[in-house]
Nanobody, 126 residues
Framework: QVQLEESGGGLAQAGGSLRLSCAASGRALRTYAIGWFRQAPGKERDFVGGISRNGGRTYYPDYADSVKGRFTISRDNPENTVHLQMNSLKPEDTAVYYC????????????????WGQGTQVTVSL
């Protein structure tokens, strides 16, 4: 079993950047696929990006169209952490951001994830 904790959220101006972290304890995060999701008030939790587990081949992250070219997912295996670098932020990026973990391959559906962090708030102002 793995425990996840997000951090790095906060207030940013439009056009600015934030880096979110998803830190794991209990198990090595490299053995899990990670998905980043976000949930704005009154809306469902939406896929932001995902990356499959480290294995014998290289898996490249996948991103929702709304964040492609602006957000980047990276793994920091020594720190047992996955980062979500968010650049060129827009007010519509305002949401609570969650990381989820599941075995093998990431999924764009939040229903497929077995473990979740508590979320971190991101607020982008004009």
């Amino acid at each position: 079993q793995v425990q996840l904790e997000e951090s790095g959220g906060g207030l940013a101006q439009a056009g600015g950047s934030l880096r979110l972290s998803c830190a794991a304890s209990g198990r090595a995060l490299r053995t899990y696929a990670i998905g980043w999701f976000r949930q704005a008030p009154g809306k469902e939790r939406d896929f932001v990006g995902g990356i499959s587990r480290n294995g014998g081949r290289t898996y490249y992250p996948d991103y929702a169209d709304s964040v492609k070219g602006r957000f980047t997912i990276s793994r920091d295996n020594p720190e047992n952490t996955v980062h979500l670098q968010m650049n060129s932020l827009k007010p519509e990026d305002t949401a609570v951001y969650y990381c989820g973990a599941r075995r093998l391959y990431y999924s764009r559906s939040d229903k497929d994830y077995d473990y979740w962090g508590q979320g971190t708030q991101v607020t982008v102002s004009l």
